[in-house]
């Protein structure tokens, strides 16, 4: 499962008690630990220097993102950034965005146990999946349906999770912040490769491989590919099958043509074909008492297929950097249940969802090394561009009734459509950002970015028999919107940078597919986000900081909501106010060659405002739904030497969830609960073994649950997190 590590000896363990609880309690005794641990972006040593460089060798690497389009170290940036480097990725086995997100405070994602429900929250600020809070881009495209961003990572370069509103440059649905995935670079001067094959527990096999080299002067390719698959870890008792198994095959193949110097077209092909087991929903006391068990007389299943396509396209002159991101992504699901998740015969589902979009950005910026110089003391680094989009979803979802359960006088089944639908988006936003330099020492960043909306949406609503009228609503909509950011940072010294910042966030209304009746649209959200924060380095550049506080201003709070009308459907409705406040602290460290120590704690208050109304309910003060109260973590990696030719190491990480709600009434939710992972082995030039396990207490918790009315004893249902995975892999690399 993982690659063999350009370095072997870069991978440290710290040792982790047995037995520790998700409680505040065990949260603070970690506090101290966590000021020497590092972050995740910089867990891995660069090539070892000379033995008698001692400076260099303890030295943490610099990290660069693009969190502002343009490549910046993560220090320096005046916003909060943790980025999951490729070496953290294959160390850690990281095989999906939500497994990085560990390392990111204040972050959480709510999934289901089929990959196509995968929504990020920042903060308290949440998704749904046709209009996310927070986007998914993969090398530059963003996934505007999060039901194509939960792919299985291959030749992915790093994960940076940015917090906070990135609308200034990024522009629809980055309110909250955003996910920025980039793949690696095919090689340029000579071939290389690996190929692993991972085998656990409940069945779990598969094989991974990726190659890239280059083919002639000017072009170089890459290619990749994963097979994996596992049995479900829920048992549906009334059949005894595993209900929640899981199967896809990933590809991506690439392209570099670099002509000279100053040109460069790069072409990424991409695609999965996922066939999962059904969902593995029960209700929420019986999940509590019975773990890993389902009742129902109808086991379903979840298909995805997504394929895309990218063509970036840059040219560096002396003063200007012209780059063009091309992007055509189109995916499609289909899924069946047993929407009643009982033994009986009452409701199942059918639905078909299908999405295609085509997304194009053009951007100028000022060329590295060519800041415009103002005033002996002033410069300005700068970038403007625009952004075009489509968007065509369509959908078709059929609840089927058995004989005279809508009314006793129906004695025959019942196909109801609900929703039969088509909406269409599409867009541009024009965006720029100046960056004035005083003194070498102080830097306000100024942007802004405008961004127009036209939605058109066919929503129909039927039944088969025809027992009721049809409804059948054709509607369009435009927004519009101006999106200011301004951030100051000043270096108090070269490794010690305090920074503030000011935004205003915003996401567009839009149509329901499916909603109870008069609540087919809904309006635009807004936030301001208000943050502070520092950053250093510290020790000689052996240990590194950062902090930060923030606080979020919410009016017109888009949220996802359950269809009363419905089971298992949901809308998007605004319900008012919200504010979010609190505070992240990330840090990391290396004491001693071959240890690298890591940590972060976040923490949330996030709650409605006064007179917020959710379906017609006063939640005013509530928390806001799926965003823990805080969240911890903290591990090292640890390496030594097997003789001249072989490495041992070993790795692991503790991770704490506070308490949340599931809904916006507050009724439900989980507890506080931590997870401890470990992963360990041998490497040698060419060949590794190693073993890892995941949940290594076999923690039980519900990450997902929604209110579900009469069809669930307790009134909600839920998901369990996946339970203790274990297993070892072998491979190859040259």
Do not use: C
């Amino acid at each position: 499962m993982l690659r063999v590590l350009r370095s072997l000896d870069r991978i440290t363990l710290t040792p982790v008690r047995p037995r520790l609880r998700g409680g505040l309690t065990a949260t603070a005794g970690l506090l101290a630990v966590l000021w020497i641990a590092p972050s995740a972006y910089a867990q891995t040593p660069p090539t070892p220097p000379p033995p008698d460089d001692d400076a260099i060798r303890f030295r943490l690497p610099t990290v660069t993102v693009t969190a502002t389009k343009a490549p910046e170290d993560v220090q320096k940036l005046p916003a909060s950034v943790t980025a999951v480097t490729e070496d953290t990725l294959e160390n850690d086995g990281v095989r999906i965005v939500s497994d990085a997100a560990i390392f990111a405070p204040n972050t959480y994602f709510s999934e289901f146990t089929a990959r196509k429900l995968s929504n990020a929250r920042f903060r308290g600020i949440g998704s749904s999946p046709g209009n996310p809070g927070i986007t998914t881009y993969i090398d530059g495209v963003p996934q505007l349906n999060t039901n194509s961003s939960s792919l299985e990572l291959l030749d992915v370069h790093q994960i940076e999770f940015v917090r906070g509103p990135q609308s200034a440059l990024f522009g629809r649905n980055t309110l909250g912040g955003l996910v920025n995935v980039v793949s690696r670079r095919p090689s340029r001067d000579r071939w290389t490769g690996s190929f692993t094959a991972p085998f656990g527990n409940e069945s779990a096999w598969g094989a991974r491989g990726d190659v890239s080299g280059p083919v002639g002067d000017a072009l170089s390719v890459g290619f990749a590919f994963a097979h994996l698959e596992r049995d479900g870890f829920t048992v549906n008792d009334v059949t005894g099958n595993r209900i929640d198994d899981r199967s896809a095959f990933t590809a991506k193949g690439q392209a570099l043509w670099t002509p000279n110097s100053r040109w460069e077209a790069r072409v990424i092909l991409g695609g999965e074909r996922s066939r999962d087991g059904d969902y593995a929903l029960n209700d929420l006391a019986a999940l509590r008492e019975n773990p890993f068990h389902a009742a129902r007389d109808f086991e379903g299943s979840t298909d995805r297929d997504i394929f895309s396509t990218t063509v970036q396209t840059q040219r560096k002159g002396d003063r200007i950097l012209f780059s063009t991101t091309t992007g055509i992504v189109r995916w499609k699901t289909v899924d069946v249940t047993d929407l009643d998740y009982t033994p009986l015969p009452l409701v199942t589902r059918d639905n078909m969802e299908r999405d295609l979009q085509f997304t194009q950005e053009v951007r100028f910026a000022s060329a590295d090394q060519a800041s415009l110089r103002l005033s002996d003391g002033v410069s300005l680094r700068w970038q403007a561009g625009a952004f075009f989009f489509t968007q065509n979803y369509d959908q078709d979802a059929v609840n089927n009734f058995a004989p005279g359960l809508l009314s006793p006088q129906l004695p025959l089944p019942i196909s109801q459509h609900s929703p039969l639908s088509a909406l269409d988006d599409r867009g541009f936003g024009v965006f720029g950002q100046g960056v004035f330099t005083v003194n070498q020492d102080l830097d306000i960043a100024v942007g802004a970015r405008v961004d127009y909306e036209s939605k058109d949406a066919n929503l129909r609503t039927f039944f088969t028999p025809e027992i009721a009228p049809p409804v059948n609503i054709e509607a369009d909509e435009s927004f519009s919107e101006v999106s200011p950011q301004l951030s100051v940072a000043y270096r108090v010294q070269p490794d010690q940078t305090v920074y503030a910042s000011v935004a205003r966030g915003f996401k567009a209304g839009g149509f329901n597919p499916a909603s109870p009746t008069g609540n087919e649209a809904y309006g635009e959200e807004h936030a301001w986000h208000v943050e502070g924060g520092v950053k250093s380095t510290w020790a000689a550049g052996r240990v590194s900081t950062t902090a930060a506080v923030f606080l979020i201003d919410w009016q017109d709070l888009q949220l996802n909501v359950p269809n009363p009308q419905v089971p298992a459907q949901f809308y998007i409705a605004n319900v008012g106010s919200a504010r979010s406040s609190g505070v992240e602290f990330e840090v990391n460290a290396r004491p001693l060659p071959g240890v690298d120590l890591f940590g972060s704690v976040g923490y949330t208050h996030a709650r409605f405002g006064d007179d917020s109304l959710s379906s017609g309910v006063d939640v005013s003060g509530n928390k806001l739904p799926s965003m823990p109260d805080y969240t911890t973590m903290v591990g090292g990696q640890y390496s030594r030497p097997l003789g001249s030719a072989a490495m041992f190491y070993g790795r692991g990480e503790v991770v704490f969830y506070g308490s949340f709600k599931y809904d916006d009434e507050n009724t439900e939710g989980q507890d506080a609960y931590s997870l401890v992972n470990l992963r360990g082995g041998v490497r040698g030039k060419y060949l590794f073994g190693e073993a890892w396990i995941r949940n290594a207490f076999d923690t039980r918790y519900i990450p997902i649950g929604f209110a579900y009315g009469s069809f669930a004893q307790s009134g909600f249902v839920g998901e369990l997190g996946a339970p203790r995975t274990f297993g070892i892999s072998a491979g190859v690399t040259f």
